[in-house]
């Protein structure tokens, strides 16, 4: 296939599987979004991927061919650092130039390319600044636009937008995404932040424990997550225990949900329903019941948190569907059944 694979990639570090049996396919002009809690192992992957650490076991292939054994300086992969490790006794122009520079290119090549780079990054006539001048996003874009200089066939980041501000960070995905849609290069992005994940990436890699859970479109492990680990991760959503209800659905704590059907001889399950599709009815309109314990009235968005026979059960309401209920009250919980997923654990 063209484009990257990885086949089985393990990486141990003494007795802690860092990365365990990893297999990846990556066509090629891809966003990939490698995401998942402190630990699981994102930053090993992709630093495995760069060269930078040698895989225990497996192979990792570019357009067919090996390149588990090759040095990372000679895979000609873009890499951004949540550091960023810019050189302070070069101006912008030379930082971004620096790759080109150790290839033997020209002095006025360098400038000419340095200069275009910048103008992809927005920050065209910034190539005389000393990088001590510059704000922590721009400093940011000279990284991007070092590490594009030698058109690599893969741009790896790790964190790459973790220093900045909320706002700022939520522009630069935008930027970010724009850019790597502009180049068509095959991008990975390591990051802990679901909604980052969610705003660039065609392809979410959801980890954990070194292993991957799920890969797939942002919108497939939204709405289909394959387990409990990637239903929590990603999003809020409620996590019910549910049985098997002989045909009329699944009894659950506080009464049935209509509806959803285990799969043959599965007695019991976890069912997984994202707040926003959960509607709150008068008592006695839903075969399912609980009381409200508390109201979070987010201005763009209400929660409302519902006791359900000791299961806590979250549902979301835009302002305009607010409902008139009142912290005490019992009501009936409406679950889209085409929302509900059953889970596998
Ligand atoms: P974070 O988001 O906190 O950076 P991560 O998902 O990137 O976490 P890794 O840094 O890849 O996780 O670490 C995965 C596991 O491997 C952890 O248990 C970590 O302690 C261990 N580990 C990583 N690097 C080394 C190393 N050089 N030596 C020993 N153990 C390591």
New binding site residues.
């Given amino acids: 296939m063209s484009g990257l694979v990885l086949e089985g990639i393990s990486?141990r570090?003494?007795g802690?599987a860092?990365?365990d049996h990893v297999d990846l396919a990556v066509p090629n002009g891809t966003f990939v979004c490698m995401l998942?809690?402190?630990?699981?192992?994102?930053?090993?992957?992709?630093?495995t991927i760069a060269g930078l650490?040698e895989p225990t076991s497996g192979r990792i292939l570019i357009d067919g061919k090996d390149m588990t054994r090759v040095p990372a300086h000679r895979r000609d992969f873009g890499m951004v650092f949540q550091s960023l490790a810019l050189f302070p006794h070069l101006n912008v122009g030379e930082n971004v130039a620096y790759p080109l520079r150790i290839r033997g290119v020209g002095r006025a090549e360098q400038a000419k390319r340095a200069e275009e780079l910048l103008a992809l990054v927005d920050l065209g006539g910034y190539a005389g600044r000393p990088v001590s001048q510059l704000s922590g996003g721009q400093r940011q874009r000279v990284a991007i636009a070092r590490a594009l200089a030698l058109s690599p066939k893969l741009f790896l980041l790790?964190?790459p937008l973790s220093a900045l501000d909320a706002k700022l960070r939520e522009a630069m995905q935008v930027e970010l995404r724009k850019l790597q849609q502009r180049l068509g290069v095959t991008t990975i992005v390591?990051t802990?932040d679901q909604r980052e994940a969610m705003t660039m990436a065609d392809l979410v890699v959801v980890?954990g424990q070194?292993r991957i859970q799920q890969a797939a479109s942002p919108v497939e492990i939204y709405r289909r997550p394959v387990n409990s680990f990637v239903a929590d991760f990603i999003g809020s959503t409620n996590l019910i225990a549910v049985r098997s209800g002989g045909g009329q659905g699944v009894e659950a704590p506080g009464g049935t949900i209509p509806g959803v059907s285990l799969a043959p001889g599965q007695t019991q399950a976890t069912l997984s329903v994202r707040p926003e599709d959960i509607h709150l009815v008068p008592a006695g309109e839903a075969p399912l019941t609980g009381r409200i314990s508390f109201i979070r009235d987010l201005g763009a968005s209400i929660e409302t948190f519902v006791d359900a026979d000791g299961t806590q059960i979250v549902a979301v309401a835009s302002p305009r569907e607010r409902a008139h209920f009142r912290v005490g009250d019992t009501v009936g919980l409406r679950l889209d059944p085409e929302a509900c997923r059953v889970l596998a654990s």
């Fill in positions: 990486k570090f003494g802690v860092a990365v998942g809690p402190s630990g699981c192992g994102k930053t090993t992957l992709l630093r650490e790790d964190e390591v802990h980890m070194g």
